[in-house]
């Protein structure tokens, strides 16, 4: 089948290349038709691994999907050929020790999609475990269905927050997830959502939501923004959603006494802790590791018009174009937030 192909660092190729994968009881061939660009694709095209995870051979990209059944196999009941659908692309060993606890994320042997070695969905069809496929409603989109996989990072990490009703967040980073958590904070009942970052077309396009303010670093200083709006309180909760070592430094500064704070960007590096800072606010640290049992309810806010992820996605391209849109990605201006890949029906 023809897809696009990652043979090593900054070589991407669309062509043909063989995938054995027979349809097993309890899976689904599911047709692709609209796939995300993720911050992960590209830093395994950009370098070429992440962390421990070196591409080694040549690995089909993309993880953000959506599609149409196809098939099923006999023992699912749940779905039928031509439901509509999205995919929790890692699957786990459902009797590792992790899985059995709920931790399914965190499951040594999980099988993600375009993580090395397995082959990410960015081709015609792919086959999917049945318990890890969902049907979409019909007034959600393909696009807004491969919007759900990043969009569950935030439900994640405000779950894991335990905000409660007229909380004020902070979410450090405007980028694609940064800006999802923001909207996942205000679903879950968050009053407002400060926004943090260094570019200003970025920071406006998520102050077209209402309930957050946008906050360019570069012009104003976050924690005296937050304590001016909470008479000197400080926010509930912070979320770290850029990875940045300058903005993990003053994460406490934000937090107001007995807060949280959930980390949900990757540094490229070790960073210290102020463990001080933390303790003389008693601040509740969470961290946030892809997601798990959050994708049909990322699902629904997005169907009852809860979430609206319309305009975040600011970029198409046509499959045949697929390497250019990864190109676009790397080098993305400040106005875009999200390219996807739309494959055509026929395929």
Known sequence: MQALV???RLR??????DVEEPLGPGDVRIAIRSVGICGSDLHYYLHGAIGPYVVREPMILGHEASGVVVETG?????????????MEPGV????????????YNLDRSVRFWATPPVHGCLRPTVVHPADFTFRMPANVSFAEGAMVEPLAVGVHAVTKARIRPGDVAVVLGAGPIGVVTALAALAGG????????VHAPKLAMAARYAGVTGINIREQDPARVVAEATDGWGADVVFEASGSAEAIRGVFE?????????????????VPLDVVAAQAKEARIETVFRYAHVFPRTLELISAGKIDVKPLLTDRFPF?????????????????VKVQIDLPAES
């Open 6 to 8: 990652l043979e090593t």
């Open 12 to 17: 991407l190729s669309l062509r043909s290349i």
């Open 74 to 86: 006999p023992q699912v009941k749940s779905l039928h050929p031509g439901d509509r659908v999205c």
């Open 92 to 103: 786990p060993d459902p009797g590792s020790r992790a899985a059995r606890r709920g931790l």
């Open 190 to 197: 968050c009053s407002r959502v400060f926004i943090t970052d």
């Open 254 to 270: 934000l937090l107001c006494p007995g807060g949280s704070l959930v980390y949900i960007g990757i540094p490229g590096a070790p």
């Open 320 to 336: 045949q174009e697929s390497v250019a849109a990864f190109e676009f990605a790397a080098r993305m201006p400040p106005s875009s």
